[in-house]
């Protein structure tokens, strides 16, 4: 039996919806791109004052463009990511290729940016654990971003989203030493 969200899903496209349908029980919205026209603009906004928003993009640029976009408008929403090798398949990147289970995943690890704006993570912290600055940080920080549910990120935007989407110093921890076993 799927999940019932109480959250409206929103996605980029048709396909998405299918996805998002075969994984949980939930209405989605579709931008249909980064095009974003008024009137889905303003479906939008009342999905979020009445019932919350999850925004679920493609895990590529477009996908953060719209999620950035969507944001800075809607501070409130729900953030999910599917991590993007969890989201490829057949040369394509997006919701769509990812599997039930990853997106029921992603779901399960909805985080929200914090009103107040936390200084708590800085790149010393990212420098310690291995996540810049050496060959392998890229790797590590797309691997801490699926189990910490933030997506994957480079160092300053990895930084920004341990900071606003309030992940404790002991998440940080116990997630950096599940990367080390």
């Not at 939930?26 to 009445?50: Q, W």
């Not at 996908?63 to 969890?86: H, N, S, Y």
Request: hydrophobic content about 40%; proline content about 2%; glycine content about 8%.
């Amino acid at each position: 039996m799927k999940n019932l969200l109480r959250e409206v899903i929103v996605v980029e496209g048709k396909m998405d919806t299918v996805a998002i349908k075969k994984a949980v029980d939930a209405e989605t919205i579709e931008t249909g791109g980064f095009t974003l026209a008024a009137r889905t603009i303003e479906k939008i906004k009342v999905a979020s004052e009445k019932r919350g928003i999850i925004i679920l993009t493609d895990p590529d640029g477009a996908g953060e463009r719209i999620r950035k976009f969507l944001t800075e408008r809607f501070p409130k929403a729900g953030q999910a990511f599917v991590p993007r090798v969890d989201a490829t398949a057949n040369n394509d990147v997006g919701i769509e290729q990812a599997t039930p289970e990853a997106i029921r995943l992603a779901l399960s690890k909805v985080r929200y940016h914090e009103c107040i704006r936390r200084t708590e993570f800085t790149s010393q912290d990212l420098l310690r654990h291995g996540l810049s600055g050496q060959l392998a940080a890229t790797k590590r920080r797309a691997q801490l971003g699926m189990l910490l549910g933030i997506g994957y990120a480079n160092a300053k935007q990895f930084t920004n989203r341990l900071n606003s989407y309030g992940v404790t110093r002991e998440e940080f921890l116990k997630a950096v030493q599940a990367l080390e076993e």
